[in-house]
T-cell receptor, first 118, second 112 residues
Framework: GAVVSQHPSWVICKSGTSVKIECRSL??????MFWYRQFPKQSLMLMAT?????????EQGVEKDKFLINHASLTLSTLTVTSAHPEDSSFYIC??????????????FGQGTRLTVV | DAKTTQPNSMESNEEEPVHLPCNHSTISGTDYIHWYRQLPSQGPEYVIH???SNVNNRMASLAIAEDRKSSTLILHRATLRDAAVYYC?????????????FGTGTRLQVTL
């Protein structure tokens, strides 16, 4: 089946630094990818929609200048957390739905990235 | 997106069947019912989905009420590896966006 690979699986960084998270679709092309954030004991919250060749669409309340998204190719989307602070510590998950236009198909998720800002 | 309501948690003994309910009274005619589960410290994984008819696959069965206002995910023989948070999600098949909106889900605990 389709695979979405996320890297790194975990990262610890100092406050004020930037962290880049990669999301790759390994055996299919994804013109759209989704980025979620999940705090402990909570559900996944959609942060933004990454669109290949165009600007990302951010959900209300998500700072686009802080969470930079680049969808450089049909198989790669990156999320950069800029000037990270401890409150940005969370589990970040990407998703890619294969079969664009076939909305009754399953979505595939990366394994997630645990970000800890110290 | 139409909302779903699930119990916060459920418990099951290993090797026994588990029925996970989901209410979606405001479901529209074009909404598919999707189920995903999330094991600890992992991304969600697809379980099953359906529109009107009951569905079976190697992981589970999905029973959909005749009026489509509720559905039940059935794990026929729970194992310890099935301990996860199960999410019931409605997905509109007519729009251009295919994002998934997650609710709180049901945390399933499986004991020996």
């Amino acid at each position: 089946g389709a695979v979405v690979s996320q890297h790194p699986s975990w990262v610890i960084c100092k406050s004020g630094t930037s962290v880049k998270i990669e999301c790759r679709s390994l055996d299919f092309q994804a013109t759209t990818m989704f980025w979620y954030r999940q705090f402990p004991k909570q559900s996944l919250m959609l942060m933004a929609t990454s669109n290949e060749g165009s600007k990302a669409t951010y959900e209300q309340g998500v700072e686009k200048d802080k969470f930079l998204i680049n969808h450089a190719s049909l198989t790669l989307s990156t999320l950069t957390v800029t000037s990270a602070h401890p409150e940005d510590s969370s589990f970040y998950i990407c998703s890619a739905p294969p079969g664009q236009g076939l909305l009754n198909t399953e979505a595939f998720f990366g394994q997630g990235t645990r970000l800890t800002v110290v | 997106d139409a909302k779903t309501t699930q119990p916060n948690s459920m418990e099951s003994n290993e090797e026994e069947p588990v029925h996970l309910p989901c209410n979606h009274s405001t479901i529209s005619g074009t909404d598919y019912i999707h189920w995903y589960r999330q094991l600890p410290s992992q991304g969600p994984e697809y379980v099953i989905h359906g529109l009107t008819s009951n569905v079976n696959n190697r992981m589970a069965s999905l029973a959909i009420a005749e009026d489509r206002k509720s559905s039940t995910l059935i794990l026929h023989r729970a194992t310890l590896r099935d301990a996860a948070v199960y999410y019931c999600i409605l997905r509109d098949c007519t729009g251009t966006a295919s994002k998934l909106t997650f609710g709180t889900g049901t945390r399933l605990q499986v004991t020996l």
